[in-house]
């Protein structure tokens, strides 16, 4: 499983779009990237996952680049209810081992 | 759709004792996974079940077990209670091992005293 590197905390206001990069260098051919979000003392919830260029949903866009060794989550225009933990995932397609690192704490500021 | 439903929501247990979590998936769910999340080691995998087998297992003490039954349900049990087992304990259910979008239940916040 590639290891990933996130940044540790984040400020932000209400009203911007928040950037979360994450690094995984060692990315295997067959991995996937996925974010989950997590709020305190509730498990943490599926935001996104991509495998190349850009992704989108309701909530978030997922940009990686062509060497995929780095990606970046895109939150439009956050609300003080996106102050969380956010992790970024890289593996396999294969099952919930999921590696957890630390995560980024996100705060949004009014 | 109801979601992923872990039993019971809070426990106190003496050390030494041991404890039984529950897990029930979403309907239709067959994967399963156990998480421990602590302050000081964050979100660790534990094991996953798949049609009552076990397909994977992290890096804890024999002192941590789980099983599945064939309706997707899935247990997990610590023998033995050490105060480090404190900890919220989460499932996560998927519709086969393959799919990487897990659903979390909210947690069991297990203290042990």
């Known amino acids: 499983l590639a290891k990933t590197t996130q940044p540790i905390s984040m400020d932000s206001y209400e009203g911007q779009e928040v950037n979360i990069t994450c690094s995984h260098n060692?990315?295997?051919?067959?991995?996937?990237i996925t974010w989950y979000q997590q709020f305190p003392s509730q498990g943490p919830r599926f935001i996104i996952q991509?495998?190349?260029t850009k992704v989108t949903n309701e909530v978030a866009s997922l940009f990686i680049p062509a060497d995929r060794k780095s990606s970046t989550l895109s939150l439009p225009r956050v609300s003080l209810s996106d102050t969380a933990v956010y992790y970024c995932?890289?593996?396999?397609?294969?099952?919930?081992?999921?590696?957890f690192g630390p995560g980024t704490r996100l705060s949004v500021l009014p | 759709k109801a979601g992923v439903t872990q039993t019971p929501r809070y426990l106190i247990k003496t050390r030494g004792q041991q404890v039984t979590l529950s897990c029930s998936p979403i309907?239709?769910?067959?994967?399963v996974s156990w998480y421990q999340q602590t302050p000081g080691q964050g979100l660790q995998f534990l094991f996953e079940?798949?049609?009552?087998?076990?397909?994977n297992k992290g890096n804890f003490p024999g002192r941590f077990s789980g099983r599945q039954f064939s309706n997707s349900r899935s247990e997990m049990n610590v023998s033995t209670l050490e105060l480090g087992d404190s900890a919220l304990y989460l499932c996560?259910?998927?519709?086969?091992?393959?799919?990487?979008?897990?659903?979390f239940g909210q947690g069991t916040r297990l203290t042990v005293v």
């Open positions: 995932l890289v593996g396999e397609d294969y099952g919930q081992n999921f590696v």
């Open positions: 996560a259910s998927s519709q086969d091992p393959r799919n990487t979008e897990a659903f």
């Open positions: 060692n990315i295997a051919t067959n991995d996937y």
């Open positions: 079940y798949f049609s009552e087998t076990q397909r």
């Open positions: 991509g495998y190349k």
């Open positions: 309907s239709g769910h067959r994967s």
